[in-house]
């Protein structure tokens, strides 16, 4: 079982806009930033945004992140068929054993 | 480009070690703390623990603790991840990452796929 909480799946059509939920708590989404990570079929992950809301170079800006509290989501708009992919979350959290968490994954399905 | 290559795909018997290494290229690998991320057939990321390839100092998900060992050659660049004590759960894929920035995994290895089986 995850610590961040996802949806396991989503689905939508070209061009419909999407968002996945990521939820923590105040050791881990409350206290630090959160980071999306998009795994195509079979490759490694990727880093999406970092920072809550911030787009590394490269990065469409159909994609975007937001935080509150200790909760995160993640938008896609302008759906597109390469968009097909796991997403997941992931924050640092400060409890008694510090470490990396992730949510579970989030797959997306364009429809 | 920054860039991490792993080792290739090993097969091991339970109760056996595997030690994977991951050589990074294209910026100064003391300068980076680096992650080592594994994900089961089928399942999402799991975290395994953190080295600074400064200094040698390592982290462990205490799920690993006692398990897993952490080393870094600055001579080569290369961070190594040993995992001992095998067992069928143990298979998976196994990915380093660089902290970029603040936890911020980036850029990944390519995975090493590590079976475990009789």
């Known amino acids: 079982q995850s610590v961040l909480t996802q949806p396991p799946s989503a689905s939508g059509t070209p061009g419909q806009r999407v968002t996945i939920s990521c939820s923590g708590s105040s050791s881990n989404i409350g206290s630090n930033t959160v980071n999306w990570y998009q795994q195509l079929p079979g490759t490694a992950p990727k880093l999406l945004i970092y920072s809550n809301n911030q787009r590394p170079s490269g990065v469409p800006d159909r994609f975007s992140g937001s935080k509150s509290g200790t909760s995160a989501s993640l938008a896609i708009s302008g759906l597109q068929s390469e968009d097909e992919a796991d997403y997941y979350c992931a924050a640092w959290d400060d409890s008694l054993n510090a470490q990396e968490v992730f949510g579970g994954g989030t797959k997306l399905t364009v429809l | ?118």
Not at chain 2, 48 to 74: E, L
Not at chain 2, 76 to 85: C, N, Q
Not at chain 2, 97 to 105: C, F, I, K, S
Request: one cysteine or more.
């Open chain 2, 1 to 118: 480009q920054v860039q991490l290559v792993q080792s290739g795909a090993e097969v091991k018997k339970p109760g056996a070690s595997v030690k994977v290494s991951c050589k990074a290229s294209g910026y100064t690998f003391t300068s980076y703390y680096m992650h080592w991320v594994r994900q089961a057939p089928g399942q999402g990321l799991e975290w395994m623990g953190i080295i600074n390839p400064s200094g040698g100092s390592t982290s462990y998900a205490q799920k690993f603790q006692g398990r897993v060992t952490m080393t870094r050659d600055t001579s080569t660049s290369t961070v190594y991840m040993e995992l001992s004590s095998l067992r069928s759960e143990d298979t998976a894929v196994y990915y380093c990452a660089r902290d970029w920035v603040a936890a911020t995994l980036d850029p990944w290895g390519q995975g090493t796929l590590v079976t475990v089986s009789s």
